[in-house]
């Protein structure tokens, strides 16, 4: 007899859930349209705007429910298809509620023999939260992250597709995530790799030697 397939597939998102938005909701300021006009603008064709739709429209409401990627698709002109397929590739676009920080823990290769995993378990036990999930406050959202490309400090972590934190301590976790809390601008947080020692500014191991790689120039010499 066939096996039963059927049990094993998984299963379908549902493609007309409860609109997390009212009519109302889904309008644009005009600060807001006026900014759409430029990214459209900026393209030969309004379908190239879509990233940067998206991105106003995950600042404005947090993430992307069906209602909100149409509303992106329509100021664009564009298909709803179209602009549903760019969000769902990208894992940096939100298909569900997420907390106000969403912290990306990398434990790809170098950050996981870095210590990676230690430091997203530390951070499941500080917010009591396990990987992919949020803290009821509704503060933090816990999420295990592929090479974020800053592997010469790991372990590190992104905080909502921005800032990055690197070369990762139990310790600078534990400022981190107080910080937060409390609303402050957290110290050692930086967008890219420091280029200077008297700019570190704490985003440094104690434990690890100086090197020279963040002082490598941007293009190898033997590449002309
Ligand atoms: S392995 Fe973590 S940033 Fe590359």
Redesign the pocket.
Known sequence: MAADITKELSPLPDRTPEPAFSADELVWTAAEQEQMEVYKKRYPTNDGAIMRGLWLAQDKYGWLPPEVIRLVAETLEVPYAQVYGVATFYTQYFKERKGKYVLDV?T?????VCG?YDMLHHLEEKLEIHVGETTEDGLFTLQEAE?????GS???LQITNGSYLHNLTTKKLDTLIDGLREGKRVPFVSVTLPQDADDLDGNRRSDVKATDTYHAPPVAKTVK
């Open positions: 990398c790809c290769f170098s950050c996981q990676g090479c974020l490309g800053a592997c790991a372990p590190m």
